[in-house]
Structures are given as C-alpha cells and as structure tokens.
C-alpha cells in the first residue's frame, strides 16, 4: 500500500494498542519462516493506534528488536486500522489515468475532504465505474510516528498496508476455490476491538473499526502460553458479543441494500483475531446466519511447533512479497 524502499530478509510486524507480533521471512512464502515473536505492550504507550508516548515506545522497541535479534532488518507493517478512512471518489473524466493521484492531491482540502491534515493514501480503481477510485488513507503524521521509530532502532520500513488485506490474502491460499464473484465479510475479534472489512472481487469495499466498551482490565494474561486466555466479566463480555452481532446485521443491510440496491450481498463470513473466545463467537454467528462461516486457523508451524492462530495478520503479511 504504502512503500518506502526495499529489502530481503523481512520482519512483518503487526502492532495493537497493547501487543507486538513479528514473523520474519525470506521472499513472499510461508515456506521460509523462521521467527515468531510476540510482547505485550505498557500500558498508555498507544491509543486507538495513536503513539502517545514515543519516548516509551521507542524504548520499548529498542529492547524489542535486541531481544528479538532483528537489527537492521527490513520492516513491513500494518497501519493500525482505527486510522484508516476508505472513501470512494468520482473522477471527472478528462483526468487521465497517470494524473489520478494527482488530481486527488490536489483537491484535498477542497472538494474531497478527509479528518485529518495531510492524508498519506493509495488508490486502486474499483470493479464498476470507469470514472470511481477508491482512496485509502492515513493521517501522514501518525504514519511518521511510526516508521521514524522503526528507523531509530535501527530497523528499515520498507512498505505499510492495512491489515485487512494480510488476512484476505492469507485466507486467499487456504481457499484455493473460486472466489468469483462472491462478497467476503472478514470480522477480526481482538481483545480490544472488531474490525469489519468487506472484499468482492479481491478488492476492499467497506471498512469498519470498532472498539469495545469492555474493560481491558478484565483480560487475564496467560504468561505461560504469551496470551489472553479469559475474561473476568462473562455478563458484561456476552453483551458486547451481542452487540457486536447486532452490528455485523446493520453492516450487512447496510452493504446489500444502501450500498448496492439489493444486487450485492456478503456470501460468506470469516471469523479471525486474537480474543480467546472465537470458537464460541463462530458458533454464535452460525445460528444467526444462513451463510458459511469460517474461523480461520493456521497450520504452519517453526521447528514442529504450531504457530498461534493470533499472527495470521502478519502471516498475511509475509506473503506480500517483494514490497
């Protein structure tokens, strides 16, 4: 989505308000793994996807990267979603293809507003409407925040993109089935926050960040096994599920009838993230539905051990290739 340069050996890092994940690669396959790693992070070090405090962050990641033994690595990260906005823009048609971007450019701040200041974004032309693009972008100075950090602990960011996409195309290859035509809901379920993503045609068309009401404090972290592993509120935690259920059916309406009239309609659910209750989210979300619901799982292992379910993003991630 967002590149800055290249490189060989790749560190793929994913980052959330209170956890670090990293899988490193040689190339653009799974065959090639070599490290998993995964550190929480202290506590008011980032917010909704903002770094609030860099001066922790930084030090947080120096120690990281030493413990990890990543130093000088090439880097590919995921912006955080709660900083992504998708909009879909009408392009007049005497812009030509090679001054899309341009044009944007220009008429940000004028007649494609976005709410933030200088929005760092990606283009790709959408499946109908020779004239629409769909813009994705990022606020450039939270963007900065982060690769300025990877740079000062000696690490080199080589390309961004939205986490969305990593899971897509991890799913893509545990699918090997046609996928023509059919419109994907991937529904991430992290300790913290749902993310909703909508794809048709290999293409993202609707994105949805939501955190959740519910303590953190409520998470009980499994030292032994580097993960939440229970929620001590099961009242309070069954009402957001539902919720949160509640808005998966608006999302879909939304998407069938005021996006697309009635012509589109999402054919299959994916069910993915790190809360340690997916199993019984799935279950929830198949007696609600008349539709296909996967829980994504892994299968790759490093040295016989099973790789946690927890990094498909940035397993996703290490089958970007190139940058």
Do not use: C
């Amino acid at each position: 989505m967002f590149s800055f340069g290249k490189s060989n050996r790749i560190a793929n890092i994913t980052i959330d308000d209170y956890v670090i994940r990293m899988v490193e690669n040689n190339g653009k396959d799974l065959d090639t793994l070599q490290i998993t790693a995964e550190k929480r992070l202290p506590i008011n070090t980032i917010e909704n996807g903002r770094i609030v405090d860099e001066p922790q962050f930084y030090e947080f990641m120096k120690i990281t990267v030493q413990e990890w033994g990543i130093r000088h690595r090439s880097v590919r990260f995921f912006v955080p979603q709660s900083l992504i906005i998708l909009r879909k823009i009408e392009i007049p048609e005497d812009v030509k293809k090679d001054n899309i971007k341009k044009y944007i450019q220009f008429e940000i701040g004028n007649t494609i507003h976005f709410p933030f200041k200088n929005p760092i974004f990606d283009i790709y032309k959408n499946g109908t409407g020779l004239n629409k693009v769909t813009v994705l972008a990022a606020p450039e100075d939270e963007l900065l925040k982060y690769t300025h950090t990877f740079s000062d602990v000696s690490l080199k960011p080589i390309a961004a993109e939205i986490q969305p996409l990593g899971i897509y195309r991890y799913f893509l290859q545990k699918q090997p089935t046609s996928h023509e035509d059919k419109v994907y809901m991937i529904v991430e379920y992290n300790v913290s926050s749902v993310n909703i993503s909508i794809f048709h045609d290999h293409k993202v068309e609707f994105l949805r960040h939501q955190p959740l009401t519910i303590s953190k404090n409520y998470w009980k972290y499994n030292e032994e096994i580097n993960a939440y592993d229970s929620f001590g509120d099961d009242v309070h935690y069954e009402g957001e599920v539902e919720d949160q259920l509640n808005e998966i059916d608006r999302l879909m309406n939304f998407y069938r009838f005021s996006l697309h009239h009635g012509e589109k309609e999402v054919n299959q659910l994916i069910i993915v993230g790190d809360s340690p209750n997916l199993l019984e989210i799935k279950h929830l979300v198949e007696e609600r539905y008349n539709i296909p619901v996967v829980l994504l799982e892994t299968e790759e292992n490093i040295n016989g051990e099973p790789i946690s379910s927890s990094f498909i993003p940035a397993l996703g991630l290490a089958l970007r290739g190139g940058k």
